[in-house]
């Protein structure tokens, strides 16, 4: 991720959801969305519709409109796409988030450690999240040792182009993650910290029961735009030839020429799962915040 890519960074769609009706495109796409993925996944032979097989046929849908046909025709193999798109952002982010704490701990709290940090974070911020998975991939060749490991490309277990594009997007997402966290850290008032010394606790202990869960309270906001960001830029996994979304809408397009039909169909699927995450992280904010404190209203 490129210092000019972090510049365009912009918090994510957030669309009320309160209840009722509002609820219903949601339930639709991710009700749609999971009966393809449980179908063509999950289901053995002969069971359901066969992989990439519309569930209506285009053919009934084509008098009404020939564009909805055409939707309903490539819909499954976007679906499979989606898939893998949804699978690397979830895991990346997770892990990420579990190496961005102990990174960011380390830039704050730490002596020694704090170089190491700084250094991780401004080599992976300061350069292209591309020309690190090129590294990953081309460079150390990882894929040549994960395609030795048990069951990968067996089955629903991805291949080796797959896990490197996890590794590569956790470790820039712990980077980015890890400022979120930090800028977090420093938000909470000294005292906080001060009093946990107080009353006994070691260093660790203050920071982990003390200003930590305040921290990441504050972090919730930073942390739903890298959420967004992630699901937006795991497109560039398809150079390292993950059929992602983007991939298979780029695959589809090659064999049909409609590149503009297919490219909208896969930008409504990333503006779909982008306002999904961006609800479920403002319903995440909303559930843990400390009244008074971490939200701008009630500051």
Do not use: C
Request: neutral net charge; charged residues 15%.
């Amino acid at each position: 991720m490129s210092g000019a890519q972090e510049d365009f960074r912009t918090p994510g769609i957030e669309v009320s959801v309160r209840g009722g009706i509002e609820l219903v495109p949601y339930a639709v796409f991710w009700g749609w969305l999971l009966s393809r993925w449980i179908n063509d996944f999950l289901l053995p032979d002969g069971m359901g519709v066969p992989d990439g097989t519309p569930y209506l046929d285009p053919a009934v849908v084509e008098p009404v409109s020939e564009s909805l046909a055409f939707a309903v025709r490539y819909l499954p193999e976007l679906a499979a796409g989606a898939w893998a798109t949804v699978v690397i952002t979830l895991i990346s982010i997770t892990l990420g988030f579990l190496l961005a704490v102990p990174v960011s701990v380390a830039r704050v709290y730490g002596q020694g450690t704090a170089w190491v940090a700084l250094v991780f974070t401004e080599l992976i911020r300061g350069t292209p999240l591309l020309a690190q998975l090129f590294v990953l991939y081309y460079g150390l060749q990882l894929s040549s040792w994960i395609r030795e490991l048990p069951l990968v490309g067996v089955g629903i277990v991805p291949s080796q182009a797959f896990w490197v594009a996890i590794i590569g997007f956790t470790i820039n997402s712990a980077a980015y993650q890890a400022e979120y966290i930090r800028s977090a850290l420093l938000s909470v008032d000294r005292g906080q910290y001060q009093a946990g010394r107080a009353i006994g606790f070691s260093k660790l202990a203050a920071i982990r029961h003390v200003v930590l869960p305040q921290a990441l309270r504050f972090a919730i906001p930073g942390w739903s735009n890298e959420l967004v960001y992630l699901i937006k830029y795991s497109s560039l996994a398809a150079f390292i030839t993950v059929p992602e979304l983007f991939e298979m809408g780029r695959q589809i397009a090659a064999d049909n020429f409609a590149y503009t039909s297919i490219f909208v169909l896969v930008a409504l699927f990333y503006l779909a799962i982008i306002i999904s995450a961006s609800n479920v992280m403002g319903l995440v904010e909303r559930r843990v915040h400390i009244p008074g404190l971490g939200r701008g209203t009630d500051r």
